[in-house]
């Protein structure tokens, strides 16, 4: 059988029932039964691969695990219900007191939270670093280091780090490097492929992208994901079957949703880059973006994510998010409808000015999530709302 992207993302499917349907079904059952004491026992001894309980494993959940794996070259994976429950699963598989991260200082607001209020309680420390200072990172390794913490590109700054740059430093110093792979999805970047021992997605956002169910996934080697799934099955994060189903029927037409969000994206920051009401503009795929080169390296296209700074700080903003008439105002992202946020005030409100500015975000940020309306009118409603 073929193995492009698209036909692995559609042909991927549990055996059929005896019905023989042509969509997979949803399997919704908590537990499994079996054919006799002797089956029960080598199941429960891992002799014998199958499903036993629905925390464990679940037709659905296999099926898009199974998926997720072949289009990132990961030889395992385990779904969970979010994509903060992947990142909390996979510090708790591998990380224990006295343990320390090298993470990326721009990384998703409940990930710095777990950085800072969780882990920290369990004697977990971690150092920031910048995405666009590769040459720091090295320096920030120390003995009791464990992991090495990357989104690229960041959100929202949209700032970009080479992945094998990170995978060779993993190497030499024996530390897990971990991706959060969310923005780009296995279509557009593939960690594993590029020396990361550990990819992690939030499902919620492209790979539903309709903004319909929440879900994540781990996926990695063998051996990695066995400690994953050893933490995984008692501590209970797992994916619900009815979810699975809808995250593998999405995996069906990521790729060509993924085309449009980039055709798209690109075409709005090209407009935004020549508008006298914006400062500045960034987007992986542009040629000004200080990371152009690598992000073309290590990436298919830019992602659907613009973020542009506009003039007159947070007036500025306001204004043109007040002016957007089609654009959704709204935390979320990597969905078909184009949203606008306003980093400053929502997801980073948080953080003080100065840890905003090391982050790139400045009063007059705004991270545009382009959707698949009709490109004319996602450029009408922008152009609108800057003119207002
Ligand atoms: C949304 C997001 C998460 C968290 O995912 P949930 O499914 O909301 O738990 C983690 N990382 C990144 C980069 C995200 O955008």
């Not at 925390?55 to 994509?83: H, Q, V, W």
């Not at 224990?96 to 420390?125: A, E, M, P, Y």
């Not at 008692?234 to 994916?239: M, N, Q």
Request: aromatic share 8%; glycine share 8%.
């Amino acid at each position: 059988m073929s193995k492009n992207f698209e036909t692995i993302a559609i042909r991927t499917q549990t055996e059929r029932s005896l019905h023989k349907e042509h969509s997979s079904p949803i399997y919704l059952t908590s537990s499994y039964k079996f054919d006799d004491a002797e089956e029960m026992r080598a199941l429960f001894a891992n002799e014998k691969e199958g499903n036993v309980y629905s925390r464990y494993s679940n037709p659905n959940t296999s099926e898009f695990i199974e998926k997720m794996c072949l289009l990132e070259g990961a030889e395992d994976g385990f779904a969970t219900a979010t994509g903060m429950a992947s990142i909390f699963t996979t510090f708790g598989a591998f990380l224990k007191s006295g343990d320390h991260i090298v993470s990326s200082r721009s990384v998703f607001g409940s990930t710095h939270q777990l950085l800072t209020n969780v882990f920290s309680k369990w004697g977990v420390t971690f150092d920031y670093a910048d995405l666009d200072k590769p040459q720091d990172w090295e320096g920030l390794i120390k003995p009791n280091t464990k992991m090495l913490f990357v989104e690229t590109p960041s959100n929202p700054g949209i700032d970009i780090i080479d992945l094998e740059f990170l995978a060779g430093l993993a190497k030499k110093h024996n530390v897990l490097l971990v991706v959060d792979n969310c923005f780009a999805t296995p279509y557009l970047q593939q960690p594993i492929k590029l020396g990361a021992d550990i990819s992690i997605h939030s499902a919620t956002k492209y790979i539903d992208g309709q903004g319909r169910v929440l879900g994540g996934v781990i996926l990695g080697s063998k051996d990695l994901i066995t400690e994953i799934i050893n933490f995984a099955r008692h501590s209970g994060p797992s994916l619900s079957p009815f979810n699975a189903w809808i995250l593998s029927k999405s995996l069906e037409t990521l790729a060509i949703r993924m085309d449009r969000h980039c055709e798209n994206a690109l075409k709005v920051a090209e407009f935004l880059e020549g508008h006298e009401q914006v400062k500045l503009v960034k987007y992986p795929f542009l040629k000004s973006h200080p990371q152009y080169e690598i992000a073309k390296k290590q990436m298919k296209q830019g992602g659907g994510i613009v973020t542009v700074v506009v003039k007159n700080g947070v007036e500025g903003a306001r204004k043109f998010m007040d002016g957007l008439k089609m654009f959704s105002i709204s935390a979320n992202l990597a969905d078909t409808r184009s949203i606008a946020t306003h980093p400053a005030t929502s997801t980073h409100s948080k953080l003080t000015e100065e840890q905003r500015l090391e982050v790139g975000i400045e009063q007059g940020t705004v991270r545009l999530s382009i959707g698949l309306e009709h490109i004319d009118d996602i450029i009408a409603d922008i152009k609108g709302a800057l003119n207002s």
